[in-house]
């Protein structure tokens, strides 16, 4: 089947509060914040273009939130693949583990849709979250891919919980899959949060500069 990947990726912002992004940008670290109970708003791709999808499209139905979430897995994924440049093995090893965990929830979603929708279409347009990766290195890599990585989690935790808040799901597998999602995205937000911090000195929303202090490689 052909798809251009995702459309509506900030599908949960008017529905929501503001307090995910709050709690977010504030600097809870420890992966404490939960949509469930703190919704709302996010920023980037890189750190302002983010808002420009907040009112694309919102999910409305099961299918929707199946044919919406593969083609933005399919956009972590190639992103992701970017990384096995770096000079970093723990975003090499993150880049991996994006992969592996949502190439599995990729083809779960694709078989739900070729057994339950069958007669619907799967193609959306796609209006990119992620920034060309292709030509960056070094720190300009790994500090871009973080910054717009933590935005196009965002989208897939509010996603996820617009779903399971709305009760969209007429499955009770694709119910669980959402709370993997937003779970799985939620704990990676808070670690890719600390390392802009760590290694960058920068907090999400602020401009990227790979220049501002080296970090150490292993």
Do not use: C, N
């Amino acid at each position: 089947m052909r798809r251009r990947a995702a459309a509506g990726l900030a599908v949960a912002a008017l529905a929501l509060g503001s307090a995910t992004t709050a709690a977010v940008m504030a600097g809870q670290d420890d992966g404490s914040w939960w949509p469930g109970q703190h919704m709302g708003r996010a920023g980037p791709p890189g750190p302002t273009g983010f808002m420009g999808h907040m009112s694309h499209a919102s999910v409305d139905s099961e299918h929707g939130f199946l044919v919406e979430m593969i083609a933005h897995h399919e956009e972590a994924i190639d992103a992701a693949g970017e990384l096995a440049r770096s000079d970093r093995s723990e975003m090499r090893d993150f880049g991996t583990r994006i992969i592996e965990s949502q190439s599995a929830q990729v083809e779960q979603m694709q078989d739900w849709l070729d057994e339950w929708y069958a007669d619907r279409p799967d193609e959306v347009d796609y209006d990119p979250m992620m920034r060309d990766l292709d030509d960056l290195s070094g720190d300009e890599l790994d500090e871009t891919f973080l910054t717009d990585m933590i935005g196009h989690h965002m989208a897939a935790v509010m996603m996820s919980q617009q779903l399971l808040m709305r009760d969209l799901a007429d499955h009770a597998a694709v119910d669980r899959l959402a709370e993997d999602i937003r779970d799985e995205q939620s704990r990676e937000i808070a670690m890719m949060r600390r390392w802009l911090r760590d290694w960058f000195d920068a907090g999400w929303g602020m401009p990227v500069s790979a220049t501002r202090r080296p970090a150490p490689r292993r």
